[in-house]
């Protein structure tokens, strides 16, 4: 497997999901380091970080840039500081949460397959122009995960959240990316779980864990039509368990 990163990307200057500029390549350096470290949980949920200073020193740069960053990445929700203890991580890879928006609530199946439907290729083809090598190799150490699934239902469907989440995360787009949070906060209801369970068959798992080895080695290679590819047949793949639920 091609081993590659995470995190938002742009040549010049980076931008949040929230719409807020990183000026500056350092900042962005101390940005995408960090939240590596968070997603790969080197930095596990509830984890206090290293201080301002200390950070500082490790990365080589000024307490000013890792304070900079820090203000980033809690405005992007991974992490949450507390006055007179420091920073700790909020990013969960391990949590579920049931869908929390009205909006998404109200989504039905097929509603949701023709959304994604939409979004997706679209976003496949920005994220491969944006990623950065550190997104894509956050991105291989999800699907390694994947690939170690046996027989877990719940595990992989949260696995493959991850995956879509930052893959929305390397396009770099916060308007695309707050959009896709609501898809994937519609994927979270139980109807999808529920379906799940029903027809994730190990044949039918070890089909998604080599189609989504596909994908990547294709975001790797900066493919964008064989990207493009595996994601609709991703999509079919899905409309098929829809189909056997009828």
């Known amino acids: 497997m091609v081993q590659t990163a995470q995190d938002i990307p742009l040549p010049n200057r980076s931008t ?15 940005f ?12 596990a949920c509830e984890e206090r970080l290293p201080s301002e200073r200390q950070l500082a020193q490790d990365l080589g740069v000024a307490r000013n840039t890792v304070r900079e960053a820090l203000d980033q990445l809690e405005a992007r929700g991974m992490i949450r500081r507390r006055a007179g ?3 700790f991580v909020t990013y969960d890879p391990e949590g ?3 869908s929390t928006s009205p909006v998404a609530a109200d989504v039905g199946p097929l509603q949701l397959q023709a959304v994604r439907g939409i979004m997706e290729p679209e976003m496949i083809r920005l994220a491969i122009v944006n990623m950065s090598p550190r997104q894509i190799e956050a991105l291989s150490v999800v699907l390694s995960k994947m690939e170690g699934v046996q027989a877990d239902v719940t ?13 929305a995360e390397g396009t770099g787009n916060p308007l695309l990316i707050a959009c896709y949070n609501l898809v994937l906060d519609a994927r979270r209801q139980e109807f999808r779980a ?11 798992l070890a089909t998604y864990q080599r189609g989504y080895n596909g994908l990547f080695n294709a975001i ?14 991703s999509l079919i793949e899905d409309q098929r368990i829809l189909l056997q639920e009828d």
Not at 155 to 167: K, P, V, W
Request: charged share 25%.
């Open 96 to 98: 579920e949460s049931g």
């Open 155 to 167: 595990a992989f469907m949260r696995l493959e959240e991850e995956f879509h989440r930052l893959i």
């Open 16 to 30: 949040s999901p929230s719409g807020t500029a990183l000026p500056g390549a350092t900042i962005r350096y101390v």
């Open 220 to 233: 790797a290679a900066r493919d964008i039509e064989e990207a493009s590819e595996f994601m609709k047949l």
């Open 85 to 87: 203890s420091g920073s």
């Open 194 to 204: 529920a379906m799940y369970r029903r027809h994730m068959t190990p044949a039918r």
């Open 32 to 43: 995408d380091t960090l939240s590596t470290r968070i997603v790969t949980q080197q930095y």
